[in-house]
């Protein structure tokens, strides 16, 4: 191996270990609630912040997505109904959507 191809391994494999890459943990899963197909009722989630992690509870599937307070994407992902917890790395301001809610969030 050449000595360029080694440190781009070298840089990806300690990037893929990054401890500020949002990491995503399935805290609890949920069978969703049955009902009628045409239902116009919207998803019910919660968002909370404790000890440094966002926790997201919702009663259906939806998908949720973080930014920066600048708007700068930073994770997003579709959750299944139940509970998950989110590490992002880094402290700081975020704005969470999460199907019909959007939240200010302060790490």
Request: aromatic content about 6%.
């Amino acid at each position: 191996m050449t000595a360029v191809m080694m440190a781009f391994c070298a840089l990806f494999h300690t990037a893929a270990q990054s401890p500020s890459a949002p990491q995503w943990q399935s805290i609890e899963q949920k069978r969703p609630a049955e009902r009628p197909p045409l239902a116009a009722a919207e998803p019910k989630v919660d968002v909370s912040v404790r000890d440094g992690y966002i926790y997201i509870t919702s009663t259906d599937e939806v998908d949720v997505s973080v930014f920066t307070i600048l708007g700068q994407l930073v994770t997003s992902r579709r959750m299944q109904p139940g509970t998950m917890r989110l590490s992002l790395g880094t402290r700081g301001v975020y704005i969470l959507k999460a199907g019909p809610v959007t939240r200010r969030l302060n790490i």
